[in-house]
């Protein structure tokens, strides 16, 4: 029920001059629609609208925030080097945005509220036009409140203008999400209260003897030791699982799977993107490569791989060539295993594949803690880290710093850790792409060197659920400034035992995957736990930009608005 605030009933009097019609001021609600079917729009000009539609994910109806009424929103198909001009009207009884993710737009198009522009109030419309001076898979979403988790998102497919590197006989977006029938807020609430409310991994007293068996007792009970002093738990792997969640495909329910089609003999292109609130999804077809040609939208050298791990607001376009006729599982599972979405590439829609297990959740590493190597550990990883270093340092500008109340978790000793494939996907006898594995199709021989770097911790207090940045929450920090024409080398220092997708807008993120040569260009940038990872930006765009990670409720918090004069 929604309250009427003081205000409000005011206003009301004043605008009927009737006390009693005043009541029906808070009726103003542009009612709820019915769900549709999710379709692809194309051209220069696009109307969309932001609506409370009536779905039924999870067995149950609920109530979700969509585009055109679908869930997921329509799939806009864009040319490069057009002018796309996009009305955006919203119709929820709250302030609403799109913001078009790895876009490279002028910052008033960008669609944050607060930096961007205001906002679009209910019952407005915000016209977006923007040229369009990118080609490959992206996506976009709202940038207000938590409506991204209710279903404000879809995909961008981009036209190139020249002949792609690559060729395809059909081509599918993936798009992954996780919805859940309770609020956000509720989620959110939860997890301030206890922070391990979803998790339902910890471990038991079995899982120690276990361990004592396969390390001995001094060093199961030295590990032990040391989560329990850093009052962690080493199962900590997602905030928010399957136990609330419902992982979709293309908006479908492992229940009644997204429905690939193909022909035998044909090449398919498939465009995974990952638009969850808080899942990582780790992507496998079994039976099949998957030839990994681009990453976030950018051509990279192709690279064969049994897996992909998608951060939150990652993308990466593969090509499988499946034999036989035969019908594969497109296998997304969380990071966590609590759950997957699942797709079924097929001939024939009647026939499915055989759903794989869930793997086993492994748990965190003392690597992972930023603790340096176990010597377990040390086995399994091979460590090139000499590999990511500067190779002629630059200068570092210091920017504000504080530990305390919300730092309780600091790597001692974080690594690069380029070629680990994550916890979970270690030693799993599978292909697993990493970041090291990224090589850009374009040279970077002759871009600018980096002419200072920056350190940003990523931090916090997993007990009290609070995030930031250097120690220090969004609402309380200056913004980071950049000058114009700029190349600055960040470095992240990932002080909690959580994945970190962090998302730079308007600016380009060149990782430094170990070819100094082949810089990767991405939009979004997994840091590991207790990891150590470094990229750079050349400051192209003037303008005001949000900076952030992409949990959707880590996201208030570990922010930053980066201004360039
Ligand atoms: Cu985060």
């Known amino acids: 029920m929604n309250h009427l605030s003081r205000r409000d009933f005011l206003k009301g009097v004043a605008a009927s001059g009737l006390v009693l019609s005043s009541i029906n001021v808070h009726a103003k609600s542009y009612g709820v629609i019915e769900r549709k079917e999710t379709t692809e729009l194309s051209g220069n000009v696009f109307h969309l609208t932001i609506n409370k539609t009536l779905v039924n994910v999870t067995g149950s109806p609920s109530i979700a925030t969509t585009v055109n009424g679908m869930l997921q929103g329509p799939t806009l198909r864009w040319r490069e080097g057009d002018m796309v001009t996009i009305h955006v009207t919203n119709y929820l009884d709250e302030p609403s945005s799109i913001h078009w993710h790895g876009i490279i737009l002028p910052y008033q198009m960008d669609g944050v509220p607060g930096i961007s522009f205001d906002g679009i109030a209910p019952g407005e419309t915000f016209t977006y036009t923007f040229k369009v001076q990118q080609s490959g898979t992206f996506w976009y979403h709202s940038h207000s409140g938590f409506q991204e988790q209710t279903g404000v998102y879809g995909a961008i497919v981009i036209e190139p203008k020249e002949k ?101 003999g044909e090449r398919v292109r498939l465009r995974f993107i990952n638009a969850a609130a808080m899942t990582f999804f780790d992507v496998r077809i079994p039976g099949l490569k998957m030839r990994v040609v681009a990453a976030d939208g950018n051509n990279v050298q192709p690279v064969e791989v049994d897996e992909i791990r998608l951060g939150v607001a990652e993308t990466y376009d593969v090509i499988v060539e499946p034999k036989n ?5 497109i296998f997304a599972q969380a990071m966590d295993r609590s759950g997957y979405a699942l797709g079924n590439l097929t001939t024939n829609p009647n026939i499915y594949a055989k759903v794989p297990k869930l793997d086993q959740p492994q748990p965190l590493t003392m690597a992972d803690m930023g603790m340096g190597m176990h010597m377990a550990d040390m086995k399994k990883m091979p460590m090139k880290h000499n590999k990511y270093a500067l190779k002629k340092p630059v200068p570092i500008t210091q920017l504000p710093m504080r530990w305390g109340v919300g730092t309780t978790m600091r790597a001692k000793n974080p690594q690069y850790r380029l070629d680990d494939p994550g916890v979970g996907l270690r030693n799993n006898g599978r292909r697993v792409l990493t970041y090291a594995d990224l090589r850009s199709l374009r040279s970077t021989k002759d871009d600018k060197y980096p002419d200072r770097e920056i350190i940003l911790h990523l931090t916090g ?20 400034r950049f000058r114009y024409g700029e190349r600055v080398r960040i470095t992240y220092i990932n002080d909690t035992m959580m994945n970190h997708p962090m998302h730079l807008h308007g600016l380009w993120s060149d990782l430094e995957t170990g070819d100094e040569n082949h810089l990767v260009r991405k939009h979004t940038i997994i840091s590991q736990p207790g990891s150590k990872i470094s990229f750079r930006v050349t400051v192209d765009a003037k303008g005001a930009w949000a900076y952030h990670c992409h949990l959707l409720y880590h996201m208030k918090d570990m922010f930053r608005k980066v201004v360039v004069t």
């Open 164 to 264: 792609e590197p690559f060729t395809y006989d059909r081509e599918y977006v993936v798009l992954l999400s996780d919805y859940s029938d309770e609020k956000p807020a509720t989620i959110y609430r939860k997890l301030k209260i206890a922070s391990d409310y979803y998790n339902f991994n910890q471990r038991t007293v079995g899982d120690f003897f276990a361990e004592v068996k396969e390390k001995g007792f001094w060093e199961a009970w030295q590990a032990r030791k040391m989560w329990n002093q850093m009052r962690m738990s080493d199962r900590d792997l997602s905030d928010v699982t399957g136990y609330t969640y419902t992982f979709l495909m293309n908006g479908h329910s492992p229940s009644k799977p997204f429905q690939a089609l193909y022909r035998a």
């Open 325 to 329: 006729s035969q019908a594969y599982a």
């Open 461 to 480: 207090n997993m007990e009290r659920y609070m995030w930031s940045i250097n120690g220090i929450p969004y609402h309380e920090a200056d913004p980071i």
